[in-house]
């Protein structure tokens, strides 16, 4: 080959590079709290812990956690109340002598763990208590913003610590809400497809193939998903983590997050507070499931099979909200091409929600 095919040759390698990083401790299973000091200790962590919990979270495994830690580290403790720029600055700014991040709860205290572990350029332990979101052990962290939201780079825990007991124990619509978050990756990957077809976007098959046998494995036990039990804890979380990990390998959340992600994005500023992520994401996920000319009573059915939400109503929000939202979702990120990006007209947005009621 000549030189300057050489040449063309490296710069397509160089295009292509990338920096994968992904976790390099991940513990899921009954009790491993436990574990935490031996984690700490195994990863030369340091002495100075910095955990961020939740209002709720900081009784359910915050408090067990520090008392683990007190043995053998500084323990200092903040509680999370939202996810925010003003509440990550305030964040950093506790844990500014820390050695080490701990983010224990749901995906709010996650992200924030993973913003400020990345700013302050130290390591963070994601500490999950419950399997309603992907976010567990992804390297990206979602935070609202004026525009709607931003999917922010960051890197990915340390250490994952995942307790059955402590998941199985969490209300049954967080399971349910993270199996709809899984889920959707079936819609995220065929957004993803159309944006490389119509814009030429780079895609990974790799990541592709991961986030799809990911939703897969959800969708073929859906029946056997049950709450409060440590296998099912245990099924779903190895999910949320292997979710994470195509996200890793993407090097975006693009396999994991398309136009469902988008109406559930434009939800949170519409009508904030009513649903979880994964419910809103499974309910968009039904919608450009159907606009993608794909098996949307399909995906429905697995929704309902494992207890999430599949309609307005559902959610807790008017329709005209969901119209309002599919509509508007164009407006998230609009760099991210996606189903709903291509004109959706009102009229349609109308009938679509309409026909999530019927049986
Ligand atoms: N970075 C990423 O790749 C991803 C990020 N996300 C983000 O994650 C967030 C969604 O996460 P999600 O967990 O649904 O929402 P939250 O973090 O808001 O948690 C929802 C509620 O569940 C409570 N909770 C958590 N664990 C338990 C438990 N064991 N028992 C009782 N209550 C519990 C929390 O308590 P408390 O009040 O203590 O917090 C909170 O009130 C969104 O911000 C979303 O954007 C989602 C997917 C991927
Ligand atoms: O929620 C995600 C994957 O499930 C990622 O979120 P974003 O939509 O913020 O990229
Ligand atoms: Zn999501």
């Known amino acids: 080959m000549g030189g300057e095919g050489i040449k063309v040759l490296r710069e397509k390698v160089f295009d292509k590079s990338r920096w994968m990083q992904f976790p390099r401790d991940v513990l899921i299973g009954h009790e491993v709290i436990d574990e935490i000091p031996s984690v700490c200790r195994d990863l030369h962590l340091g002495t100075r812990a910095f955990l961020i919990t939740g209002e709720h979270t900081m009784s359910i495994a915050g408090e067990r956690i520090a008392e683990l ?5 500084d323990v200092r403790c903040h509680i999370a109340t939202a996810i925010s720029p003003d509440e990550i600055a305030r964040t950093e700014n506790a844990a ?56 922010m780079e960051a890197h990915p825990p340390i250490a994952v610590v995942a307790d059955t007991g402590i998941i199985a124990a969490a209300p049954r619509r967080l399971l349910a809400s993270g199996c709809a978050d899984i889920i959707s990756n079936y819609t995220a990957i065929l957004d993803w497809e159309l944006a490389h077809r119509m814009r030429g ?4 098959e790799y990541a592709i193939a991961l986030s799809r046998m990911t939703a897969e494995i959800i969708v073929k036990n ?20 292997s979710s994470g990990v195509a996200m890793s390998i993407a090097g975006s959340s693009r396999p994991a997050s398309g136009g469902e992600h988008k109406f559930s994005h434009a939800l949170d500023r519409i009508a904030p507070g009513r649903s979880l992520h994964g419910e809103q994401c499974g309910v968009g996920s039904i919608v450009t499931m159907y606009l993608h000319g794909g098996d949307w009573r399909g995906l429905r059915d697995s929704l309902r099979r494992i207890g999430a939400p599949t309609t307005p109503a559902g959610l807790g929000i008017e329709d005209e909200q969901a119209v309002e939202a599919l509509l508007s979702a164009r407006t998230i990120r609009p760099e991210r091409f ?22």
């Open 338 to 359: 996606t189903i709903l990006d291509m004109g959706l007209s009102r009229q349609s947005a109308e009938k679509i929600i309409r026909m999530l009621y019927e049986e």
């Open 222 to 241: 859906a029946g056997d998903i049950s709450a409060h039990t440590e296998e099912s804890a245990w099924m779903v979380m190895k999910a949320l983590v």
């Open 96 to 151: 500014e002598d820390a050695d080490f991040i701990l983010g224990i709860g749901g995906g709010r205290v996650i992200d924030i763990a993973k913003i400020v572990s990345y700013n302050l350029d130290r390591q963070f332990i994601s500490v999950p208590t419950a399997a309603a979101h992907d976010g567990v052990a992804s390297a990206r962290a979602t935070v609202p913003t004026a525009g709607g939201s931003t999917s």
């Open 201 to 204: 976007e780079p895609i990974s």
């Open 69 to 73: 830690l007190n043995e053998t580290c």
